[in-house]
């Protein structure tokens, strides 16, 4: 999309006063006259006005209404009350002397109610695809409620009240009178991490599951092995990770380590989605499984490396049915994801047993008929553990026979509108990760889709993009001479910043029937791991998969790319205050910078 | 230049093995047969055996050799030895009980001794460009020996031979019997930070010396204000940052700040220079200095804007004079950077004081002269406190005069070449930063470069990475379809890493006559601050500086990729377990992974 486009995006917003006071904002708007406050993602209706209560940290209370389905012995909420609480005034406490609410002419707000409506409030249970995370929230004195039909829209609401509040110009904690009623769009609202390519820490994990729930992130898809490395442990084989891992304790996720993540995840309102990638991306497996990659040859001999699962053998199957059956009692979400991507054929093709075993089965010479006939009785196996799956769209493509309830993932970033038609007329759900590959970065570069912006925004480059200079004597100095005639065409959010491109894709702009685009279920960002470990891998994707997060979350019309850069510069900063290291979207600053490395 | 140029580089390793039992090895390959070893940047001269001592936590001491000009007074050695003794043992304390010497058949190092051979140690003064850090070391049996002769040598040695100890296979603390006789190629290797449009903590000023002295730089290029903020607090108009910066007091360095960062730099010997850009990027020094900037003029009414340094008030030179009188006071370098870079004429032009000035002085319609006015008279106000100074190329090209020890900073990344020639050919010094601006990133796209891999490499690909088909596919997903018919195009070094270019850039290969190449005293990595803060900074510098580092230290000959690659591998897990978050430079492992986020 041209900047062009972009800009005039700014004219869909709207903004109506109404005579009692109150602000009725379909979105953004408003955040640019509270400074204090930014909502990411910004909720679906939204009424705020200039009435402020304090909240004491001595005072102030995060209580269970009466009449809630849920009480005192929900840890999930206790440990969310305490979670918001902390975010609320902890921030304060550490940097100041707490001003507590001490003036008689402050309105107070004591309490906020939490009232889960259903009679089963889902305390002890897991997310899921069909999961209500719905709520309402009501902000007025001296108490404001929460409501939600189960814990899961509880948290969302938590978050959405933890980000109303802002300090005042004295360091008070304040909070306007305002109504929310937020629900997402998409069920589905993922992050893909890869700890196969890299190693992840827990710690780095867990901290961006935290990311993930300040954002309304409600998928880790844990790319769990992959050919580089295969860190899981399993119980039935774990020959797979000790010679399979980079290092067989300090490189590998233990039982342990899986149900932390699982549990920490689960107190979010996070699935964890496992990928266990098969046949193609499985060198690390053949480690420790003797005889489950097939042996390539070099003519007539074996030459030493394998191919894919070998999918003629008996004992693979044998193995995969044991295998699959720990997993999906080690990871209580009702879908595995079973991968099927990228499957190369060349090693099947050198194998004689393999070319034997495609006469008899009348494959001729199409190889993607031995890929179905793996992936057809892999699908069996995992079906009979009562789990359903996601695949990526090659096995789609393939024209692999699927459960109705199978979810394809869209990653190929050529042709998706078709992709997407094809999929949904098929009648299967599909999430859309094509236009969220985070691993790809740059800077730099991206400046020439944009330099025929339009003349209007002159004034506005001139003011606000106090770098402009800079920026274009940088490319001037790279070459390009005739675009400098124009000081307007750079500005503030054109360049260099591709959190744009990631925020305008949408997963429902193809051509399809509103049953079609029904059936887009949501999307993910991933974060393949090539380049990123613990050194970088936070700051690489936060701020940006926020940008992701709101798409996912907000409705359809909330694209104006300006108003979002306000409210995530804001954002970001939010999130340096809990702990994230999350990435500047440009020059600036937060009043609590990072204080890490 | 095209990745089958850079494959044939492979070709001029050359490797020499003498009957006595020594290595010669002028660069790299020995590295890839000692596993545990990597050096780098490569010293000028390398020699190894296979012999291997062992050193105790409590036996082994670096200590001052009799006959030293530097003794245990000498608190810069002192500290020195503290450092690099705990980065050869804390980090095997760390993570395992110590292993110390304790096998009669192992031959014990008990000491390192280091001399300082000039009668002026240098001990507490600073490094300047015209300082020796040559060094020679010889490592044998009982004792190893560090000549320099002054501390800077010293100091460089001492990394040297940190890097040269690695633990074997059960973990003790090795040296192999080893000789270096080392200097620099280039006496300026500086690291550009900007800490005006994002303000950098102390911490991470600190953490990046560390790592600068870990890499060989000797030059920290204090890009401290710019327009967007003026946190540098100056005693003489403390205005400028109590109004410039983005806050007065959270965001600004205090004088004991700058006194802790010359210091800290100080003991690693690296100089500090300070840029005080002018008469553009002043936006911050305008909030804080009423009539310091040229009003803009709409038509023939005042604005409200500010242009650049206001060049035709007597207040201005004044202002100057007082404030580059700090400077050279705050600042022991014998340098300091003026900037001159990218000054916008048209706020000038706008103002009629300006084009009455224009026309006396008998400019014309020619504001580079105008500049140049400027720029002189600043020029002759600094070379009134005894400084030279640096200055960005434009200050060159626009023909304002020099004195004859000003260095220009060649940045533009268009016509390099003829700017180094023109620049040497009228006998100045010059250093480079055009090739290392790392502040530019990108991954995903550079791939288009290299897709016409020699055939050569398939085997490599194949082998060495394991991600040939997952790489493969995202290309092809991009759209790429004719380029997946070769699957040896894509290899481990070509895709995606940045930092090969980076490491390929030479400052003295444009034409020129040898003395003009001795002219080009050095270059530096820039990072400039739009995209990058405490949360990102370091890891998007290193370990890409690295690969500066060893072109401006290491001989004109050691320019291997793949040999550098292997080296840098392990480089950067050293600067791991040193506590510094480099990121990676492809899928793999540390042994010890990063413990941060």
Redesign the interface.
């Known amino acids: 999309m041209h900047a062009q486009t972009l800009l005039s995006c700014g004219l869909l917003l709207f903004l109506v006063t109404v005579s009692n006071g109150w602000l009725f904002s379909h979105f953004g708007k408003k955040y640019q006259e509270t400074d204090d406050v930014s909502l990411w993602p910004l909720p679906q209706k939204y009424q705020t006005t200039t009435t402020t209560f304090k909240l004491g940290a001595s005072s102030f209370q995060i209580v269970h209404a009466k009449d809630s389905s849920a009480g005192p012995s929900c840890s999930l909420l206790q440990n969310a009350f305490r979670r918001y609480f902390n975010y609320i005034f902890d921030n304060v406490k550490k940097h100041r002397a707490n001003r507590d609410v001490d003036q008689e002419s402050d309105l107070q707000l004591t309490e906020l109610q939490v009232q889960i409506t259903s009679p089963d409030s889902e305390c002890d249970g897991y997310p899921s695809l069909k999961t209500d995370e719905s709520y309402r929230l009501s902000v007025d004195q001296p108490t404001a409620v929460l409501k939600a039909s189960n814990v899961w829209g509880a948290l969302r609401g938590l978050e959405t009240f933890s980000q109303l509040v802002y300090e005042d110009n004295n360091g008070a904690v304040t909070i306007n009178k305002t109504d929310v009623s937020d629900f997402p769009r998409f069920a589905y609202r993922g992050i893909l991490l890869d700890t196969s390519?890299?190693?992840l820490?827990l710690?780095?994990i867990l901290?961006n599951l935290e990311a993930m729930a300040i954002n309304k992130f409600n998928v880790f898809h844990w790319h769990i092995v992959d050919?580089?490395?295969f860190p899981f442990f399993s119980r039935t084989f774990p020959d797979l990770s000790q010679r399979g891992a980079?290092?067989p304790y300090?490189?590998v996720y233990t039982p342990a380590d899986v149900k932390m993540v699982i549990e920490f995840a689960r107190l979010r309102g996070i699935r964890v989605i496992a990928e266990f990638d098969t046949p193609?991306?499985t060198?690390s497996w053949g480690k420790g499984q003797a005889n489950l990659l097939t042996p390539c040859y070099s003519g007539s001999t074996p030459s030493g490396?394998f191919g894919p699962v070998n999918p003629i053998l008996n004992s693979t199957y044998d193995f995969m049915t044991s295998f699959f059956k720990e997993i999906s009692e080690v990871f209580p979400d009702a879908y595995i994801h079973l991968g099927g991507?990228?499957v190369?054929f060349?090693c099947w093709k050198s194998n004689p047993d393999i070319q034997k075993f495609m006469v008899e089965q009348g494959f001729g010479q199409d190889y993607s008929k031995l890929e179905s006939y793996y992936i057809q009785r892999l699908l069996d196996i995992v079906k009979a553990t009562n789990k359903g799956y996601l695949v990526w769209q090659e096995v789609f493509d393939n024209g692999v026979k699927l459960k109705a309830d199978t979810v394809v993932e869209v990653?190929?970033?050529?042709k998706v509108d078709q992709e997407l038609q094809n999929v949904t007329k098929a009648g299967f759900s599909t999430i859309l990760s094509?236009p969220w590959?985070l691993?790809?970065?740059?800077?730099?570069?991206d400046w020439q889709k944009y330099y025929k912006l339009n003349a209007d925004t002159q004034v506005h480059v001139?003011?606000e993009n106090?770098?402009y200079?800079?920026e274009m004597?940088?490319i001037?100095?790279?070459?390009f001479h005739t675009l400098l005639s124009t000081?307007w065409y750079l500005n503030r959010i054109s360049y260099?910043q591709d959190w744009q491109g990631v925020y305008k894709a949408d997963p429902q702009s193809f051509n399809g029937t509103a049953e079609q685009k029904k059936l887009v279920i949501g999307g993910e960002a991933c974060l393949?791991?090539?380049?990123?470990?613990?050194?970088?891998l936070?700051?690489?994707l936060w701020p940006r998969a926020s940008a992701v997060a709101e798409r996912l979350w907000s409705d359809e019309s909330v694209k104006d790319v300006e108003s979002a850069y306000t409210r995530l510069v804001k954002h970001r900063c939010r999130m340096?205050r809990r702990?994230?290291?999350?990435?500047?979207?440009?020059?600036?600053?937060c009043?609590?910078?990072?204080?890490?490395?």
């Open positions: 390519r890299h190693f820490p710690k780095v901290a050919d580089h490395s980079y290092h300090t490189h193609g991306h060198q490396t991507d990228e190369d060349s990653w190929m970033n050529n094509a590959y691993d790809y970065i740059s800077y730099g570069q001139w003011k106090p770098d200079k800079h004597a940088k001037t100095a790279a070459g000081p260099g393949w791991g090539e380049y990123v470990d613990a050194t970088n936070t700051p690489r340096l702990g994230i290291p999350a990435e500047p979207l440009f020059v600036g600053f009043p609590y910078e990072y204080d890490g490395l």
